[in-house]
């Protein structure tokens, strides 16, 4: 991903350069770069590539008229990127298990006023059932004639000590988060490659780029799905494939009430609490980064966006860091609760 942070730090060394023995001038240069950090970006909830984008790239409603198939639609983040697209005017197809809630989500996109009726698709789908996949993807074509966008976006999140974690679970988790994404976007592939144009959209994390604690399944699905879609980026170069990788940080949805735990068929139960983005401005920022088919995004609020460019930049600073942080802290980073450390089933003198 380019970054719009370096890239000005380059243009600060080459001014450098350019104006020689002239200090006074670099220091007002630097001075205006690290205010600009400080007082217009750190605010921000979003990588400085896509906080440009929001400001000065291509509108959400440039996509208007495109046909997006969603998975994972009938709650959360897939729910509010259906109402924000339903409302740029774009055609959409939404999917989970769930009809109820699907036909819920549709008056939504309808009540928008950016949409008609037959412009939402209801596409009841269980994606684990690989072998509907065929079928629900025949109906979006038969309904739209075509397809522009596929979202990646159905999923489970999990909490457990990594000793403890059932090998079920991660089996099943997988099944879920990373294979049934990889079935359906490998038959849509297809059809974009002899269509010679396509976009996915796939919904990672913030877990799919660094590690974190008590959720060892969930990270190891979201690195395993972004390393299915950079192989598919590098290997289909040229070929007019756009993919799009989304990693939000803490977000309002109800992901943590269905949380896998430990052991199989257990669940959390309980939701997050504290300070999370919500789902609506984490929607039009994934608009946002469709729109402009920005290859990778990172959606956070602070602090968790300054640790994610630590990480990605800075690493040994975070492997010392670490050293001081209770794991207390970083669970309610995470899920805004003082009972994050006992509901992924570690007690606080373990610490």
């Given at each position: ?79 509010a990127l259906a109402v924000r697209l339903a409302q740029a005017g774009v055609r959409i197809a939404i999917s989970a298990r769930s009809v109820e809630n699907l036909n819920k989500v549709k008056q939504r996109c309808i009540d928008t006023g950016g949409v008609q ?35 990646s976006n159905a999923g489970r999140t999990q909490r457990g000590r990594w000793e403890m974690i059932e090998l079920d679970v991660d089996r099943e988790l997988f099944n879920l988060n990373v294979f049934s994404l990889i079935s359906l976007a490998r038959i849509v ?163």
């Amino acid at each position: 991903m380019v970054d719009w942070f370096y890239v000005a730090l380059g243009l600060v060394g080459l001014l450098h350069l350019l104006l020689g023995c002239c200090t006074f001038y670099q220091i007002i240069l630097l001075i205006s770069f690290l205010a600009f950090l400080r007082y217009i970006y750190l605010p921000a909830d979003c990588d400085i590539v896509l906080w440009l984008y929001e400001r000065l790239g291509q509108p959400v409603e440039s996509l208007k008229g495109r046909v997006v198939w969603i998975t994972g639609a009938s709650s959360g983040i897939g729910e509010a990127l259906a109402v924000r697209l339903a409302q740029a005017g774009v055609r959409i197809a939404i999917s989970a298990r769930s009809v109820e809630n699907l036909n819920k989500v549709k008056q939504r996109c309808i009540d928008t006023g950016g949409v008609q009726e037959n412009d939402v698709l209801v596409l009841p789908l269980d994606m684990t059932q690989y072998d509907q996949h065929q079928a629900a993807f025949d109906a979006v074509i038969r309904h739209y004639g075509e397809l522009d966008i596929l979202v990646s976006n159905a999923g489970r999140t999990q909490r457990g000590r990594w000793e403890m974690i059932e090998l079920d679970v991660d089996r099943e988790l997988f099944n879920l988060n990373v294979f049934s994404l990889i079935s359906l976007a490998r038959i849509v592939s297809k059809y974009f490659l002899e269509k010679g144009q396509g976009h996915f959209a796939v919904t990672s994390s913030t877990a799919g780029k660094l590690g974190v604690p008590m959720s060892a399944a969930y990270t190891a699905s979201k690195h395993a799905l972004q390393g299915y879609f950079e192989c598919l980026r590098l290997e289909k170069t040229g070929f007019n494939l756009a993919i799009t990788v989304v990693c939000p940080g803490p977000v309002e949805s109800n992901l943590l009430k269905a949380s896998f735990t430990e052991k199989l068929g257990e669940h959390v139960k309980k939701d997050r609490i504290g300070k999370r983005l919500s789902a609506e401005r984490c929607a039009h920022l994934f608009a946002v980064s469709i729109a402009n088919k920005l290859s990778e995004v990172w959606i956070a609020d602070q602090p968790v966006l300054t640790i994610m460019y630590l990480f990605q930049y800075f690493p040994f600073l975070i492997s010392f860091g670490l050293r001081f942080l209770p794991l207390s802290y970083i669970m309610k980073l995470r899920d805004g609760r003082d009972d994050a450390v006992q509901i992924s089933g570690v007690q606080k003198k373990q610490q």
